[in-house]
């Protein structure tokens, strides 16, 4: 299972601490949907809305509207609509991580990586199902991430080697 305490370390950089700490149930509650994520009845599509719309509706019933929260920095952010797609996407890939390496989870998150342009699912293909794809599909995932999105998300984790 994925933690409350794993989907607050990956929110922290956009909700930042003061918010999350008084969020427990919001973890609580997108932890439990990635728990409950089946590939026979769900789609991946479905469950990022339904995450995008908790973290959404969480920020907005609690800064009444404004959308602006306080970072660790001290700094006041307003959050866009785009930040909760992204946040929804990062939570994605917590899931992915959790999926056994079979290639049906691969053409799952191909597939899904194909119709959404989900940086997190490309993550995954990239990162975490490189056994099961010819270096030259792995050589066209860097590609992609590397020329589709901006370098602030990937640049922690991507190979910088090559």
Not at 77 to 93: P, T
Not at 111 to 122: I, P, Q
Request: a negative charge.
């Amino acid at each position: 299972m994925i933690s409350p305490d794993t989907v607050k370390k990956t929110l922290l950089p956009w909700l930042g601490s003061a918010f999350l700490s008084a969020q427990e149930e919001l973890c609580i509650r997108l932890s439990m949907a990635l728990f409950s994520y089946q590939a026979q009845r769900d789609t991946l599509t479905h469950l990022a809305q339904q995450l995008d719309n908790l973290l959404f509706m969480a920020v907005r019933e609690t800064t009444q509207g404004r959308m602006a929260l306080e970072m660790d920095t001290g700094q006041l952010i307003r959050l866009r609509m785009s930040d909760f797609g992204m946040m929804a996407d990062e939570l994605l890939y917590l899931l992915f991580d959790t999926l056994e390496k079979t290639s049906f989870h691969l053409s799952l998150i191909r597939e899904y990586s194909m119709r959404s342009g989900s940086l997190s699912a490309l993550r995954a293909l990239y990162l975490l199902y490189p056994h099961l794809q010819t270096q030259e599909e792995v050589d066209i995932l860097r590609r992609v991430i590397t020329t589709s999105h901006e370098p602030w998300r990937f640049s922690h984790w991507i190979d910088q080697t090559n």
